[in-house]
């Protein structure tokens, strides 16, 4: 994720900080400060958001670690001021493995939320304090109340929340994948109208949650009806193999002229016969303004370069090209390049298949637009 840092890597899994995560931290300490508190109050502020964040980090490693055991690796985990995101190379298909690994998270904060309880048990007693007493509460009740949250708020049963997860996986013990994320996400976006209509009045913020789980329902969905239909399919069926080609040395004048000639957008670049990166249409543009119908492929291109192996499964390459944002990605075979995976292409394989089928899949299809360099 652009504009994130790394804190530290544990069991081979980066854990990435989000610039946007030190607004919230400025944000809390100067909204304090500006309210009168003293300093040592504000540092205990602070100190309480990080405690919050160390539980969202574990909470992200219950899924990674889990995943890692059913041997799926985890990209990284990032901090975002709205919480954490695992990025799990993928979800496990098995329906007991997802559920595990959904599960695991909520698990960690409840957990987090017993030991807590346990400490305070030994050191105050069994009564809990009454609700105007946690916010002004010791430290360890305020954390073992946000974690208590944390599992409810997890598992409310909708995507993108560990519920939504939960609940299609115990569906798709019985029905179809597709169908249970269906009717999972059917299930989720009913309960983000109730959330919604609660909001208007109560409190506003189930209103942010209500959409934030309406987009994550309809996405969850839609990426499921495109598992379903691209299920069985390898990558050398819908790669482009009749493609143009660029030298690192030629001139941004000679591409604009393939450009104007085919209907390629995207030109790898090859380099003593090696694929070493990607021409796009949109560094074409930015770059001849400043280098000239001269410059060189060199300046303009995109080193890093994003492939596909022609045996791979369709379902796999594709979702990498959407957590990249990609339009195009290389196809090689063998080490050698092969093609190119563009989602132009992608959208005729679909129009083509649902024209043939009977059953039309419902699919919104959003063209994604290449990262500027
Ligand atoms: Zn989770």
Redesign the pocket.
């Given at each position: 994720m652009r504009w994130s840092f790394s804190l530290f890597t544990f069991r081979r899994i980066s854990v990435r900080v989000h610039a946007t995560f030190f607004l919230l931290l400025l944000w809390i300490g100067f909204s304090e400060a500006a309210a009168g508190a003293p300093p040592l109050q504000v540092l205990q502020s602070l100190g309480f958001i990080l405690a919050l964040f160390a539980c969202v980090v574990l909470?992200?490693f219950g899924?990674a670690l889990t995943a890692a055991h059913y041997g799926i690796a985890t990209r990284d985990i990032t901090l975002l001021p709205i919480g954490g995101v695992a990025r799990l190379e993928r979800m496990p298909e098995e329906p007991k493995r997802e559920l595990a690994v959904a599960v695991a998270?909520?698990a960690v904060n409840l957990l987090i939320a017993a030991v807590l309880y346990g400490i305070l048990f030994l050191t105050t007693g069994p009564e809990l304090p009454s609700a105007p007493a946690i916010m002004r509460g010791e430290f360890p009740v305020r954390l073992l109340t946000v974690n208590v949250a944390l599992v409810v708020f997890?598992m409310l049963p909708a995507f993108p929340m560990?519920g939504g997860r939960i609940l299609r996986a115990l569906l798709a013990l019985r029905i179809s994948y597709a169908q249970a994320t269906s009717t999972a996400a059917t299930i989720g976006q009913g309960l983000a109208l109730a959330l919604g209509f609660l909001g208007f009045f109560g409190n506003p913020f189930l209103i942010l949650i209500a959409v934030f789980v309406w987009i994550g329902a309809g996405q969850e969905a839609n990426m499921a009806q495109m598992r379903a239909f691209f299920s069985g399919t390898v990558v050398r069926e819908v790669t482009v193999t009749e493609f143009h080609t660029v030298n690192s040395g030629d001139t941004l004048g000679n591409v604009t002229r393939l450009l104007l000639s085919s209907s390629q957008k995207d030109f790898p670049v090859i380099e003593n016969g090696e694929l070493v990166g990607m021409l796009s249409r949109e560094a074409l543009a930015k770059a001849l303004p400043e280098h000239g119908e001269r410059g060189s492929v060199q300046t303009a291109m995109h080193r890093e370069v994003h492939t596909a192996d022609a045996g791979e499964t369709l379902i796999n390459a594709f979702t990498r090209m959407q957590e990249s944002g990609l339009r195009t990605m290389a196809v090689t075979q063998r080490g050698e390049l092969y093609g190119l995976l563009t989602t132009e292409n992608l959208g005729e394989y679909i129009a083509i298949r649902s024209a043939m089928s009977s059953r039309t899949p419902r699919i919104v299809w959003e063209t994604p637009q290449l990262p500027q360099s």
């Open positions: 909470h992200e899924h998270g909520p997890n560990d």
